[in-house]
């Protein structure tokens, strides 16, 4: 029996300027993302954990915590919510006896997210179990785009549905066609949509080994590929689209994959730049690379990993990608996505499986340390109002203060018991959290 080599991955297993900043702002009113009040996407409108502008927290919540709104019963996976307008976007697997089918089937379903109640589900036939672990259910965040709806399964099926009620556009079988790995846990690498019409883009880590396809373009019209690109294997990072030039048609693509990061050029596939990252063995990348433009207009990534990989930061253009600060030593985090709120970072330190894990502060221009906080549980962090929603691994939830001095915690509460690793969404002053059996919907919205 030959477990042990990928023990040290079970944690994992259960989740998964100037003119360039006049770009991002041209970028984001044509993207097709909803902005106000909605969580489109994995880790929010820009893909970076930060709420919608308008977004209002209270101040504190009640001793009970905050009031929940509804809860219902989901299937297994550790994909978390989306959330436009008052659709919420759920991606699970449901058991064969439960939805009356031959097999089990992945599900995308859409809930009303006034009353939790279903407005409409479709699937697909799964078979799926992970090399490591337990879970057998899709990981990848849903992605919302103007009047559609992207999931990318465990098996590498890729499904685009109408959101208002459901319809299949089109469904690929991404790792039959290219002949890709499911790797430890399934495919866990969240597509990302760039661009509008017929020019709008589905992008995938996929991973194949045929035909150069470790990442794919397919049209988000029809599903037909466009471009393929890389024989490089797929990692558990989403892709973050960031414009590098203000006259692009589409923007750029930053992506990690299993031993690399890069900048591709959306509308062509071409590598622009790319660095080594990540290392051979029982490792994963999982954090999503972090884009960040301070008050000078210069645009900065971040990148990092655990299981002795570390971070790089620095700025980044289409011609390269300079750190200023590297190393394990400031921050190594498993699968969580750090925020930055100005000129600080903040992020969950280290490994859900190999405790303890830290909440950290950080200066993002030199990786110093400017605090460290020991927390019970790994956790994953939503930035919103000035505030810090803390949401452990745990079930526990914490309100924090933002301070480059010390952990300033607000409120505490445990709405959900059980182990939460799915990622959870922020939209309307309602958060949304699920364990391995439920979601539930809470207020925490700053009240009248």
């Known amino acids: 029996m030959v477990m042990p080599f990928p023990e040290c991955l079970r944690g994992l297993s259960r989740v998964c300027c100037g003119g360039i900043l006049l770009a991002v702002v041209a970028w984001l009113e044509g993207s097709g993302v909803v902005a106000a009040g909605d969580w489109p996407q994995v880790l929010g409108p820009q893909r970076n954990g930060q709420a919608a502008a308008d977004e209002q927290l209270a101040e504190s919540w009640p001793a009970a915590g905050p009031p929940l709104v ?33 097999v089990d089937q992945e599900v995308v379903e859409a809930i009303d997210t006034a009353t939790g109640k279903t407005l409409w589900r479709d699937g697909h036939p799964t078979r799926f179990r992970p090399q490591v672990g337990g879970g057998d259910g899709p990981l990848c965040v849903p992605v919302i785009h103007n009047n559609v709806v992207v999931t990318y399964g465990a098996e590498g099926v890729l499904s685009c549905h109408q959101l208002a009620d ?107 730049w790319e660095v080594p990252f990540g290392m051979r063995g029982p490792t994963v990348n999982a954090s999503s690379p972090l884009v960040m433009t301070d008050t000078s207009g210069e645009t900065s990534l971040l990148i990092t990993a655990s299981y002795g990989v570390g971070s790089q930061c620095g700025p980044f253009d289409a011609t390269g990608f300079r750190p200023r600060w590297e190393g394990t030593a400031s921050l190594a985090t498993q699968y969580a996505t750090p925020v930055a709120l100005g000129a600080t970072l903040f992020a969950f330190d280290g490994r859900e499986d190999v405790p303890p894990a830290s909440l950290v502060c950080l200066d993002a221009s030199t990786g110093k340390e400017r605090w460290r906080e020991p927390q019970p549980s790994y956790g994953t962090l939503v930035a919103a109002d000035g505030k810090l929603l803390a949401v452990g691994t745990d079930g526990r939830l914490q309100l924090i203060r933002p301070d480059a001095e010390k952990l300033t915690v607000l409120a505490t509460a445990t709405p959900l018991q059980g182990t939460l690793r799915a990622l959870p969404a922020l939209a309307d002053g309602r958060l949304y ?16």
Request: net charge neutral; charged share 20%.
């Open 166 to 272: 459901g319809k299949l556009i089109w469904q690929r079988d991404t790792h039959r066609d290219y002949d890709a790995r499911e790797g430890y846990f399934g495919a866990g690498s969240a597509p990302v949509v760039v661009g509008d019409g017929q020019d709008a883009l589905v992008i995938v880590n996929v991973g194949g080994s045929r035909a150069s396809a470790g990442i794919v373009a397919f049209g988000l019209t029809d599903g037909e590929p466009r471009w393929s690109a890389t024989d490089e294997p797929a990692s558990y990072a989403a892709a973050v689209a960031v414009p590098t030039s203000a006259t692009d048609r589409l923007p750029d693509v930053v992506m990690i994959t299993r031993y690399r990061c890069l900048l591709l050029d959306a509308a062509t596939g071409a590598v622009r």
């Open 70 to 102: 509804w809860q219902r019963p989901v299937g297994s996976g550790f994909a978390g919510p989306a959330v436009a307008g008052s659709t919420l976007m759920l991606f699970h697997r449901l058991p064969a006896a439960e939805i009356g089918a031959a």
């Open 433 to 448: 959290l699920r364990n391995d059996s439920t979601l539930i919907s809470l207020n925490v919205g700053r009240q009248p």
